[in-house]
């Protein structure tokens, strides 16, 4: 089983960037696909993007694409997501977690780690 462990959140401006990072343990994170989820203030829980075992293939939320950018390093068992031209409707909580990929989206199977907190000011 994977545990997951998310960090790089903070407060920015809104048109800033942040670089977020998941550190996994265990034995099966290179062969698993991984994703990032966030979740606002009095909403659900979100995907946002997902990446392949090999990183061949990423897929995105629609309201991400074109400024988000999810890539991993399974030498390192770390998934980053790359946020820029930040929004304040991007604030939330993000996570990262296991899980099989769609066409445009994945449903999460692990456990949730605590997440990180990104805050965008307007």
């Known amino acids: 089983q994977v545990q997951l462990v998310e960090s790089g959140g903070g407060l920015v401006q809104a048109g800033g960037s942040l670089r977020l990072s998941c550190a996994a343990s265990?034995?099966?994170?290179?062969?698993?696909?991984m994703g990032w989820f966030r979740q606002a203030p009095g909403k659900e829980r979100a995907f946002v993007a997902a990446i392949t075992w090999n990183g061949d293939n990423t897929n995105y939320a629609d309201s991400v694409k074109g400024r988000f950018t999810i890539s991993r390093d399974n030498a390192k068992n770390t998934v980053y997501l790359q946020m820029n031209s930040l929004k304040p409707e991007d604030t939330a909580v993000y996570y990262c977690n296991t899980g099989v990929m769609t066409l445009s989206s994945m449903a999460a199977l692990g456990s949730w780690g605590q997440g990180t907190q990104v805050t965008v000011s307007s």
């Open positions: 265990g034995r099966t994170f290179s062969r698993s696909a």
